[in-house]
């Protein structure tokens, strides 16, 4: 491999080449990744022991978060919200990627597809912002629902998962329209058309041939949403309440008010190793491989 | 027949709920920018004024925190565009066995939640002396930063046509000539569009950002610390201004990138 | 300028399959030279070695009187036209033209200069600022000429350049090309499967197949006397007639090739009677007369018949022979008197002895060893 890229780009940028992917691939991807592993199995010690006697090679941080039911609880707690918040998008997303692939016109689809995108170009932050300013105590949904009779005092939507769960669907939808849209896009119409024919109603032909082929996206959508479910930090931040914290949150604790960076780095691969958990399940559920990062 | 007309009816009333769902918050986040309330709410609304851009503006935090995440998008530019072009011609060259594994190495970060990449990046400068700071920034975001910017060269770098270097070494260039006057030349659009990329995806970082800021504070992380502590409506403001750069760059962005094709076709 | 080229036991490996077997050859300073041959004979390699793409795995390439083995393609002294043309999309004309001359850098006042006058050589001046996507194809290809002899290079190598134009282009660009060759003296080494073009253009061409140089020599000699079994019948059409040698006379051989006649025809390398040869009648050579004309020596039946305007074309089954092809011109004096030829109906043949062509060996041999690999001037 080093001679092709020197045939091509001649020594000094084949080295350059080289190096840029070295720095990166190495110092800023793969070390460091081990180092947290490594810190994970290593107790938290002053400056002045690490290295010294002290610093053996344990299972001590693990052993702290298998005992703390709270943190358990959260942990599993946050595993089935976010496959909550993936099943949801799923479902809100389907008949949208579908529309989109099979049923719009190419101009329909093109708008559809640009006002899908605009809201997406705003931050994070700031489109979950503005889901708190909905669910305020006093803010306009309560406010409307009020009105219109269906309640007859504010509900504290802040409060519990329920905020957290719908501003999670609403920041990550797009990770499962585009790839849906993709699977969707990519079947023959006249298949529909031929299980149409031949009798099969609308529940039929989209469980037994549309679903079907459609399965390597449901895969990359399941599997980009979960990550960012779990791996999420912001929305729990903001639209969250101390009672429903996010494994996310317990993490940060341990780095910035515990001071436990070992401890942290434990927390943190376990949820590294759920993450990679889930993507094999999925993998395997769904027969995909890695070839289906089509961004 | 009827089932279809209803499935019509029903799909049209779906996709405005979902639209309706999508742009929502955004105006109202918007309007509530407007309202005197102390609170950032559409309800009760109390007045219209412009305080709150006036609040904007004379808060410093904000501006400090602007500068960083600036900086820190410039600082991000200068690394991950460098490594992601070099990772796509190493990509777009190279056959054998070990590439494979070198592209599932490439694309890992896409796939790992932005908080463990902060983490790790935290963990391993710490013991190279590196502590929280721009600096540090710059590299964690440029971590996975790079695989976005390698796509998007890599995807236009697959249709180059290879005989022209081959006929610019024929006309006797080095091969630095070739790659400065051929090759690059024709990837300056890829490149301005992953530049465009690369910067918008600073700025809007948060997840990441947040483990390896320390206390230069950006942009992102200044305003969900303001929501969550002494919140007005002048975090509203901001928002609104982000939102008209952010849809303002995209949409420049989406129209050249439309005459771009049309022209390529037409 | 020395423009010479030469490979000295040059051979080309890729792993167990040899895409040219040892080769040697010599090409005159200012030549029109030609590789001739079907896909996949080994024609685009030896260029590739020549202009440096390629290094050969054995063998030595000498340019101008230097060796350039293992000199790599951007400092070799020649230019390539590559069959995609390859020209620079994101550029203009001028500064593709100009390119070889800034990499070199040559000051922009030079260029200019130079670049105006290749625009003249092959008439397109004025098109200097024109966008390269503007032009048609018979202009993209002279604008990759005139972008090769910028560099002045002493060899020019032009890879099947005519393949993708049209009938009446490809002609009118025949005639350009040999034209500049003329007046600029620069060798140029051209590759084609295509024999008219190999034929009309070249001083001498080299007749490829299956990584081997079958022969070497200028078009005539190649078309009246060719050397190997495959130049036979790859250049032009030929008749062949495998068989026995019954008696020699001098060049003349006589042959016995199961027809109720033996055959005669030149062969120029000795044989002896009873060595295996084959002789060759090419079309245009068969004289066709009417079934009672017992002076032509052979008889056949007609099987087709093809009207091409100033020839016929008749397919004869010969008796007790094979079936042949005769192009005969339509209006043969003397063609209204006598019975008239039809299909089916049976002729008589002649053909003239000395014009036909013997050589030694059957179907799947070369004629001679000494054919294989020649560094012939013929």
């Given amino acids: 491999m080093w001679q092709q890229l020197r045939r091509r780009f001649g020594g000094p940028l084949a080295v350059a080449i080289v190096s840029l992917m070295g720095i990166w691939l190495i110092a800023m991807v793969l070390l460091p990744q081990w180092q947290m592993i490594d810190y994970s199995f290593h107790p938290s010690l002053l400056p002045a022991e690490r290295g010294g006697v002290k610093d053996v090679w344990s299972l001590t941080n693990y052993a702290t978060f298998f005992h703390n039911d709270i943190h358990l609880a959260i942990f599993f707690k946050t595993i089935w919200s976010s496959v909550l918040v993936t099943g949801l998008t799923l479902i809100v997303s389907y008949p949208l990627a579908y529309y989109l692939a099979k049923v719009a016109t190419p101009g329909q689809a093109a708008l559809c597809l640009l006002l899908l995108i605009i809201p997406f170009w705003i931050n994070e932050i700031l489109r979950t912002f503005a889901w708190y300013i909905i669910f305020a105590f006093k803010g306009p949904l309560n406010e409307l629902l009020l009105a219109l009779g269906l309640i007859d005092r504010p509900i504290r939507f802040l409060n519990g998962d329920t905020g957290v769960l719908v501003g999670m669907v609403y920041a990550y939808i797009l990770f499962m329209v585009f790839p849906l849209y993709n699977a969707i896009e990519s079947l023959d119409t006249n298949q529909i058309r031929a299980a149409r024919d031949l009798g099969a109603g609308w529940g039929r032909t989209h469980r037994r041939i549309v679903i079907p082929h459609a399965k390597p996206g449901i895969a990359t959508g399941c599997i980009m949403t979960f990550m960012l479910a779990a791996g999420s930090y912001a929305v729990p931040a903001l639209l969250g309440s101390p009672g429903s914290r996010w494994f996310t949150q317990i993490i940060y604790n341990w780095f910035f008010e515990g001071g436990d960076w070992n401890q942290g780095a434990a927390y943190a691969f376990l949820l590294l190793v759920l993450c990679i958990v889930f993507v094999t399940v999925i993998m395997r559920v769904f027969k995909v491989g890695l070839g289906d990062i089509a961004k | 027949m009827s089932s279809s007309r209803f499935f019509s009816w029903a799909l049209k009333a779906y996709l405005l709920v979902f639209f309706v769902y999508l742009f929502l918050p955004l105006v109202i986040m918007a309007a509530a920018t407007f309202n005197a309330s102390r609170f950032p709410t559409v309800t009760p609304w109390t007045g219209t004024t412009l305080q709150w851009f006036s609040a904007l ?115 006797g260039a080095s091969q630095w000539q070739v790659f400065r006057r051929v090759l690059l030349p024709y990837l300056k659009p890829a490149i301005l569009s992953a530049a465009v990329l690369a910067f918008l995806q600073s700025l809007e970082n948060y997840n990441t950002t947040l483990f390896v800021a320390g206390y230069d504070t950006t942009l992102t992380i200044y305003i969900a610390s303001k929501v969550r502590t002494g919140l007005t409506p002048a975090v509203n403001a901001l928002a609104l201004l982000m939102i008209l750069f952010t849809v303002g760059l995209a949409m420049i962005y989406e129209f050249k990138r439309r005459r771009e094709a049309a022209r390529r076709l037409g | ?54 290094t050969p795995s054995e063998g030595s390439v000498t340019i101008g009187g230097s060796d350039m083995t293992r000199v790599p393609v951007n400092r070799r002294p ?14 203009s004309v001028y500064q593709n033209i100009e390119f070889g001359l800034e990499v070199r850098g040559i000051d922009r006042q030079k260029r200019r200069q130079r670049a105006d006058e290749l625009l003249e050589l092959v008439a397109l001046t004025g098109s200097g600022d024109k966008p390269v996507a503007e032009l048609s194809g018979g202009q993209k290809q002279r604008i990759a000429i005139a972008r090769a002899l910028a560099v002045e290079p002493r060899v020019l190598l032009l890879d099947e350049p005519l393949s993708a134009l049209d009938l009446k282009l490809r002609q009118h660009m025949r005639i350009e090309l040999k034209a500049i060759q003329r007046k600029t003296g620069i060798t140029f080494i051209y590759i084609t499967h295509d024999q008219g073009e190999a034929l009309t253009m070249s001083d001498r061409v080299a007749v490829m197949s299956e990584g081997r140089i079958q022969q070497v020599a200028d078009p005539m000699t190649l078309y009246r006397q060719p050397q190997t079994d495959f130049v036979a019948s790859f250049v032009g059409e030929n008749n062949r007639f495998p068989g026995r040698v019954m008696a020699v006379e001098g060049e003349l051989v006589t042959l016995d090739a199961g027809l109720p006649a033996p055959l005669v025809g030149r062969s120029a390398t000795p044989l002896e009677p009873g060595d295996p040869a084959t002789l060759y009648i090419r079309p245009e050579q068969w004289r066709v007369g009417p079934a009672d004309d017992r002076r032509l020596p052979l008889g056949g039946v007609i099987q087709s018949e093809h009207f091409e305007g ?22 043969t004096p003397g063609a209204d008197t006598g019975a008239p030829l039809v299909v089916g109906g049976a002729c008589r043949l002649d053909y003239s002895p000395r014009q036909a062509v013997v050589l030694a060996g059957t179907l799947h041999e070369p004629a001679s060893e000494e054919a294989v690999n020649v560094a012939a001037i013929a």
């Fill in chain 3, 310 to 331: 100033a020839w016929l074309t008749l397919e004869v089954a010969l008796d007790q022979g094979p079936t042949i092809r005769a192009q005969v011109p339509h209006m």
């Fill in chain 2, 57 to 171: 503006w004379a808060d410093s935090g904000m501006w400090s925190s602007l500068v960083n995440s600036l900086i820190v998008a410039i600082g991000v530019l200068c690394l991950a565009l460098p490594i992601g072009i070099a990772s796509a011609l190493f990509l777009t060259t190279v056959d054998g066995r070990g590439k494979s594994f070198i592209y599932a190495l490439i694309l890992s970060p896409l796939l790992t939640p932005g908080v463990i990449i902060g983490i790790s990046t935290l963990i391993f400068w710490r013991g190279w002396g590196l502590n929280g700071g721009i600096a540090l920034t710059v590299i964690a975001q440029s971590a996975f930063i790079a695989a976005y910017v390698m796509l998007m060269v890599a995807a236009r770098l697959q249709r180059f046509d290879r005989t022209l270097e081959q006929a610019a070494l024929d006309l």
């Fill in chain 3, 78 to 91: 020649t230019a390539m036209i590559f069959q995609n043309l390859a020209l620079f999309p994101l550029m």
């Fill in chain 3, 1 to 54: 300028m020395d423009g010479r080229v030469s490979l000295r036991q040059v051979a080309m490996r890729f792993g167990d399959f040899t895409a040219i077997q040892p080769t040697s050859l010599e090409i005159e300073s200012g030549e029109f030279f030609s590789f001739l041959g079907p896909s996949g004979c080994g024609k685009t390699t030896l260029l590739n070695m020549i202009s440096g793409f390629l």
